[in-house]
T-cell receptor
């Protein structure tokens, strides 16, 4: 069965530090992968996606992610974190034959220290 | 272009009642999906509609139902509410409903069942 694992429930970084959020997926074919961000009391905002092609994808707000098939990973990175990046981050995979059904990881809550 | 809108934003109901939530997709989008978000279970897929037809359904009891209208607006209904139905209900829309597409989420409806 398809699944997404985000190993880190909480991460705290200092403002200006680099960030990497981990995501591992279980999927038989080439996956459709997404990263979304959710601020408190808000819906989900798409940061970036991978469907095919270049394995390094750029997103909004300075985020990027790299698809590594050999490691079944799609980690999210940002070189310098801003206080406004504090939020919860969700990795998701599109389910095969699923007509827009997304399977989400449990999320990683990011705190940013000034 | 206006984003996905959901009404109402907040709702308080008592056990045994029923509730209807509404979702208006981005103009021109024809696929609407619904998700339930709870602290314990995370983000879970409820169902997806395209051209007024439910194409996919998640693992939820029959108390959860939905429909889509000819203008692509969608409603979901939960009958005989239980305490465990307290959650943030998110609606997402995508353009053509062909395979896995980028989904854009609304702000959600927060339902509290007392």
């Amino acid at each position: 069965a398809q699944s997404v694992t985000q190993p880190d429930i909480h991460i705290t970084v200092s403002e200006g530090a680099s960030l990497e959020l981990r995501c591992n997926y279980s999927y038989g074919a080439t996956p459709y992968l997404f990263w979304y961000v959710q601020s408190p009391g808000q819906g989900l905002q798409l940061l970036l996606k991978y469907f095919s092609g270049d394995t390094l994808v750029q997103g909004i707000k300075g985020f990027e992610a790299e698809f590594k098939r050999s490691q079944s990973s799609f980690n999210l990175r940002k070189p310098s974190v801003h206080w406004s990046d504090a939020a919860e981050y969700f990795c998701a995979v599109g389910a095969s034959g699923g007509y827009n059904k997304l399977i989400f990881g449990a999320g990683t809550r990011l705190a940013v220290h000034p | 272009k206006a984003g996905v809108t959901q009404t109402p934003r907040y709702l308080i109901k008592t056990r045994g009642q029923q509730v209807t939530l509404s979702c208006s997709p981005i103009s021109g989008h024809r696929s609407v999906s619904w998700y339930q978000q709870t602290p314990g279970q995370g983000l879970q897929f409820l169902f997806e509609y395209f051209s007024e037809t439910q194409r996919n359904k998640g693992n939820f009891p029959g108390r959860f139902s939905g429909r889509q209208f000819s203008n692509s607006r969608s409603e979901m209904n939960v009958s005989t509410l239980e305490l465990g139905d307290s959650a943030l209900y998110l609606c997402a829309s995508s353009l053509s409903g062909q395979g896995i597409e980028t989904q854009y989420f609304g702000p959600g409806t927060r339902l509290l069942v007392l």
